[in-house]
């Protein structure tokens, strides 16, 4: 019973995280931080704005372009989730139809980006980043390190696997001095954007 009784408070702190995370995406994505400046609400200027927005084919193309490309994307990952779909992928494709759904999703975004004039993700960042990404391995090995050695009993076989993928993670991740310092500085940045008041606050 105690053991049941322990999952209350951790299913009820789960929650508040999952709200909370929810409460600050919202914020961060509201136009006021991104823009600042705007117009209040229900104003007179903001009703303005709004209606030459409408009216303003500059705008309402790119957003005619924006919609169709989120409905390509929604569109295909709800077509392939449905049950029809995966039936019939799995019976053609067998053990290859998730990987099937991954390529789609992939090849969705690419259009995205394709269409956007954006290229190809990576070539966005710059070379000190792509030097850190060529030295550190994805924070989802964390989570399959934790599936391979966080098991009740280990097998033989296991932990054969566990050695093997352990080693074979760890070789590849070989953070230097200089990918250290970029990590240093761009955690300043952040704490720097985090501190600055925004505006609006009261000073």
């Known amino acids: 019973m105690a053991p049941a009784l322990l999952l209350i408070p951790a299913a009820l702190a789960s929650f508040i995280l999952a709200f909370g995370t929810g ?23 903001a009703r303005q704005g709004w209606l030459a927005a409408v009216q303003d084919r500059s705008i309402l193309v790119p957003l005619a372009w924006d919609l169709g490309l989120l409905l390509l994307f929604v569109g295909q990952h709800s077509l392939m989730a449905t049950e029809t779909v995966k039936a019939w992928m799995s019976r053609y494709f067998g053990v290859l139809q998730r990987s099937l759904y991954v390529a789609c999703t992939a090849l969705a975004l690419q259009v995205y980006y394709h269409v956007l004039g954006l290229g190809e993700p990576l070539a966005l960042k710059s070379p000190r980043a792509l030097r850190l990404f060529s030295h550190l391995r994805h924070p989802v090995c964390v989570e399959l390190l934790t599936v391979l050695w966080v098991v009740p009993t280990l097998g ?31 955690l300043q940045r952040k704490l720097h954007l985090l501190s600055r008041p925004q505006e609006g606050e009261a000073e």
Do not use: M
């Open 156 to 186: 033989t076989d296991r932990l054969l696997l566990a050695l093997l993928l352990t080693v074979y993670l760890g070789l590849a991740h070989g953070l230097d001095q200089q990918d250290l310092r970029y990590l240093r500085a761009q």
């Open 23 to 45: 409460v600050e995406f919202v914020r961060f994505t509201s136009l006021r931080p991104l823009l600042g400046g705007i117009p209040e609400p229900g104003g007179p200027d």
